[in-house]
């Protein structure tokens, strides 16, 4: 169990009707600290990020970050906090370019009035211009600085998903919820990956928490793993422990995690 953990999630549950999709989930995590969180199709993963993230209604339970109570609170209040996360499923303004993706993420670090902006006060043009160097800044890290003017649409699958990592950087997290990042990349773009998960962990000091299928990037960056098994959480450990855990391996059919 950790201590003082900077994400404190305590007997979580959302119930849709008669469907407990998540019951009486409590985890922790340490500032700095990389976890995954795995489990089968339909186990609630999605549905638990979405709960500590805003985006659906907590049934039951408490989600503490920093100490600030965050549970049923709007996603704007909880981004604001340092909080931000990536979709399964890419949702990336596609008709826009790759810069402007980033722009629009950026707005929120932004106060500058309404009246400012059609003015251009100087207040107004020192924030875009910073917004402009800072969105530029995070392209660079992710690789994709040379291709900030095109269409984020024309962008490669995997492309799009560094995108879309992009855009939550650009909100200066401090604990960052990465949704499947891996699907449906190639082996090679999987590899670069990980790597990227590395250095966001170890340069900018960023508290990771993923949901992944991909076992071998599971167990290649993250030094402890959540399972969940239809909303309930069955396990905790180490990569090796959840390997051996027989709760894990009958979670996944019988078949040994490798």
Sequence with gaps: MATNPCLDVNALSVHFGGLKAVSDVSLQINTGE?????????????????????????TGGQVLFNGVNLTNKPAHFICRQGLARTFQNIRLFKSLTVLENLLIAYHQNMNYSILGGILKSKKSLKQEAEALQQ??????????????????????????????????????????LLDEPAAGMNPNETNELIELIHRLQSDFKLTILLIEHDMNLVMSVCERIYVLDYGILIAEGTGEEIRENPKVIEAYLGEEIK
């Design 135 to 176: 969105a530029m800044e995070v392209l660079k890290i992710v690789g994709l600085d040379c291709k900030a003017q095109e269409n984020a649409v024309s962008l490669p699958y995997g492309e799009q998903r560094k995108l879309e990592i992009a855009r939550a950087l650009v909100t200066k997290p401090s604990l960052l």
């Design 34 to 58: 990389l976890i995954g969180l795995i489990g089968p199709n339909g186990a609630g993963k999605t549905t638990f990020f979405n709960a500590i993230t805003g985006l659906c209604h907590l």
